[in-house]
């Protein structure tokens, strides 16, 4: 297995993308779509993880900084900073209103290919800052290492999401090396699950009689849908289990820099407003360092970083494929 970059340029309904990849993965990015990984396959059998473009037609939409991330194609791998949903934050007695998902994935992004990596870079619109991501790959992993320099003169809360949705079926299978039993709602299709801020039972949320393990990925007539989150996590590791292709993707992190995951368990119920065979089924495993999405909620619950002026951070995804049910 070779770690050597396989690059390439190409248009596909009116956007460059970058596919880039050693012999053994290789990743698609759209840099005027925020840098967004559309695709993640596993050369040795063809396998794509992420989810496909989910607009009626199945192409990409050029959004507008500050559109509602909904209305778009909701598919792919994106970076959510500094808030997930929409928030207004005070810094200084100055009130600063960032847009649904961040800054960050409505926009193009500066591109850079040098030797063995591919660099992406933007800056922010509300606030001073630069946030960039260098991409190598090894063996059967991608590696994503992320820089966020603070250039304003004040400090910055903020949030980090990776937000990565993937193809699942019947059968798939969430997977994580560390134990919890509690998670944190953000949002729920169905009340009987929670509502916001609730603390609920983990794996089992539904106390109806169902017994349902979450983990478990059932049909699309299960109509549910969830956004949670773990509690600030000892073990950086969690995957799912294609039952359908036996294959793994996994996600690992260091959790002193990415404390939590956000779970977002789109099992028939989403959007609200879509008749019950079109809504999506889709699981994003979403490591990230604050919950929940809003960032003026996790300011308020002192469960996102700061970071100093002039002060600058890094931290490390790593994505990895194997063959059958991972192992942690």
């Given at each position: 297995m070779s770690d050597e970059l396989?690059?390439?340029?190409?248009?596909?309904?009116?956007?460059?993308?970058?596919?880039l990849g050693n012999g053994v993965l290789e990743a698609d990015f759209v840099p005027e779509l925020g840098g967004k990984m559309?695709?993640?396959?596993?050369?040795?059998t063809g396998t794509d993880f992420l989810l496909e473009p989910k607009t009626s037609d199945g192409k990409y939409k050029k959004p507008k900084y500050g559109g509602d991330f909904e209305k778009f194609d909701t598919s792919g791998f994106d970076e959510c900073f500094p808030t997930v949903s929409d928030a207004e934050i005070e810094i200084d007695g100055k009130s600063i209103l960032f847009p649904d998902h961040?800054?960050?994935?409505?926009?193009?992004?500066?591109?850079?290919?040098?030797?063995?990596?591919?660099?992406?870079s933007i800056d922010g619109i509300r606030w001073d800052y630069t946030f960039a991501k260098r991409i190598t790959f090894e063996d059967n992993a991608i590696i994503i290492r992320y820089t966020l320099i603070n250039k304003g003169d004040k400090a910055l809360p903020y949030i980090w999401s990776a937000h990565p949705l993937l193809k699942i079926s019947?059968?798939?299978?969430?997977?994580?090396?560390?134990?919890?039993?509690r998670v944190l709602v953000n949002w729920a299709s169905d009340p009987e699950i929670?509502?916001?801020?609730?603390?609920?039972?983990?794996?089992?949320?539904?106390?109806?009689?169902?017994?349902?393990?979450?983990?478990?990925?059932p049909e699309r007539e299960f109509g549910r849908t969830a956004k949670l989150f773990t509690?600030?996590?000892?073990?950086?590791?969690?995957?799912?289990?294609?039952?359908?292709?036996?294959?793994?993707?996994?996600?690992?992190?260091?959790?002193?820099?990415?404390?939590?995951?956000?779970?977002?368990?789109?099992?028939?119920?989403?959007?609200?407003?879509?008749?019950?065979?079109?809504?999506h089924m889709t699981v994003g495993l979403e490591p990230t360092t604050g919950r929940p999405d809003s960032l003026k909620e996790a300011v308020k619950r002192d469960e996102c970083p700061i970071l100093k002026a002039g002060d600058t951070t890094n931290w490390i995804l790593t994505m990895y494929v194997e063959q059958g049910k991972a192992s942690f």
């Amino acid at each position: 297995m070779s770690d050597e970059l396989r690059y390439n340029e190409y248009i596909r309904d009116d956007f460059k993308h970058i596919t880039l990849g050693n012999g053994v993965l290789e990743a698609d990015f759209v840099p005027e779509l925020g840098g967004k990984m559309s695709q993640l396959i596993n050369l040795t059998t063809g396998t794509d993880f992420l989810l496909e473009p989910k607009t009626s037609d199945g192409k990409y939409k050029k959004p507008k900084y500050g559109g509602d991330f909904e209305k778009f194609d909701t598919s792919g791998f994106d970076e959510c900073f500094p808030t997930v949903s929409d928030a207004e934050i005070e810094i200084d007695g100055k009130s600063i209103l960032f847009p649904d998902h961040g800054e960050l994935w409505s926009r193009d992004w500066d591109v850079e290919q040098r030797g063995h990596s591919l660099t992406m870079s933007i800056d922010g619109i509300r606030w001073d800052y630069t946030f960039a991501k260098r991409i190598t790959f090894e063996d059967n992993a991608i590696i994503i290492r992320y820089t966020l320099i603070n250039k304003g003169d004040k400090a910055l809360p903020y949030i980090w999401s990776a937000h990565p949705l993937l193809k699942i079926s019947p059968g798939s299978k969430l997977m994580f090396a560390d134990s919890f039993d509690r998670v944190l709602v953000n949002w729920a299709s169905d009340p009987e699950i929670g509502s916001f801020g609730d603390e609920i039972s983990w794996p089992e949320l539904l106390d109806n009689g169902e017994q349902t393990d979450f983990t478990d990925v059932p049909e699309r007539e299960f109509g549910r849908t969830a956004k949670l989150f773990t509690p600030r996590l000892d073990k950086g590791q969690a995957g799912l289990y294609r039952a359908d292709v036996d294959e793994s993707i996994c996600f690992e992190f260091d959790t002193e820099e990415v404390p939590y995951m956000g779970l977002w368990l789109c099992y028939g119920g989403w959007p609200v407003e879509l008749p019950s065979g079109q809504k999506h089924m889709t699981v994003g495993l979403e490591p990230t360092t604050g919950r929940p999405d809003s960032l003026k909620e996790a300011v308020k619950r002192d469960e996102c970083p700061i970071l100093k002026a002039g002060d600058t951070t890094n931290w490390i995804l790593t994505m990895y494929v194997e063959q059958g049910k991972a192992s942690f």
